[in-house]
């Protein structure tokens, strides 16, 4: 069975956070939800999320893909956050997928995963990482290799349903898109 990782951090974007998990798990995906403490998370519009875990409790776990809700100042928090630099890193190397949506996009810039890379971010996001080397597109979903973003809230669905392809294939992605009756 598949597995992934959505990081909670406060002020994320809930229905960012909240799609994702939905969907994977619609799809038969092992989703886990790691707050970066053990607090319940505030999201940037005041739903309270209760994550499955702690970070630092699932940290040595094997996991298929990472996902990282957007939202602010939750990206931000994300950013700060050297745990969450050292795991994409880590998924990157052994060849895992990472993505990000909204505003997390930029999270990868900083963990060095978009030079040379094809991305979408909320617009403006990562031209103020001041990275270079990012061809920045205005995809709702943009794959390269095995990272993948996605542009913000009303691009949710379809990053949920393309990261389902990608671990299920595109059978299980639409059985899932056709019950959602979309």
Same mark, same amino acid.
């Given at each position: 069975? =598949?597995?992934?990782?959505?990081? %909670?951090? @406060?002020?994320?974007?809930?229905?960012?956070?909240?799609?994702?998990?939905?969907? %994977?798990?619609?799809?038969?995906?092992?989703?886990?939800?790691?707050?970066?403490?053990? @607090?319940?998370?505030?999201?940037?519009?005041?739903?309270?999320?209760?994550?499955?875990?702690?970070?630092?409790?699932?940290?040595?776990?094997?996991f298929d893909m990472i996902v990282l809700p957007g939202g602010l100042p939750g990206a931000d928090?994300?950013?700060?956050?050297?745990?969450?630099?050292?795991?994409?890193?880590?998924?990157?190397?052994?060849?895992?997928?990472?993505? =990000?949506?909204?505003?997390?996009?930029?999270?990868?810039?900083?963990?060095?995963?978009?030079?040379?890379?094809?991305?979408?971010?909320?617009?403006?996001?990562?031209?103020?990482?001041?990275?270079?080397?990012?061809?920045?597109?205005?995809?709702?979903?943009?794959?390269?290799?095995?990272?993948?973003?996605?542009?913000?809230?009303?691009?949710?669905?379809?990053?949920?349903?393309?990261?389902?392809?990608?671990? %299920?294939?595109?059978?299980?992605?639409?059985?899932?898109? @056709?019950?959602?009756?979309?």
């Amino acid at each position: 069975m =598949a597995r992934t990782l959505v990081p %909670l951090a @406060q002020g994320c974007e809930e229905l960012e956070a909240i799609t994702v998990i939905d969907l %994977l798990r619609r799809a038969g995906v092992e989703v886990v939800s790691a707050g970066l403490d053990a @607090q319940p998370v505030r999201a940037s519009r005041g739903v309270v999320l209760v994550p499955d875990t702690t970070l630092d409790q699932v940290l040595d776990e094997p996991f298929d893909m990472i996902v990282l809700p957007g939202g602010l100042p939750g990206a931000d928090h994300l950013n700060q956050d050297p745990r969450i630099h050292r795991l994409l890193q880590t998924m990157h190397q052994n060849g895992c997928y990472t993505a =990000a949506i909204c505003a997390a996009p930029k999270v990868l810039a900083a963990a060095g995963l978009l030079e040379g890379r094809c991305a979408t971010a909320y617009p403006g996001t990562l031209e103020k990482t001041g990275r270079s080397g990012i061809s920045i597109e205005s995809s709702a979903v943009v794959r390269d290799g095995t990272i993948i973003t996605s542009r913000g809230p009303g691009t949710a669905m379809d990053f949920a349903l393309e990261l389902i392809e990608l671990l %299920l294939g595109g059978a299980k992605r639409q059985q899932v898109e @056709q019950a959602l009756v979309r």
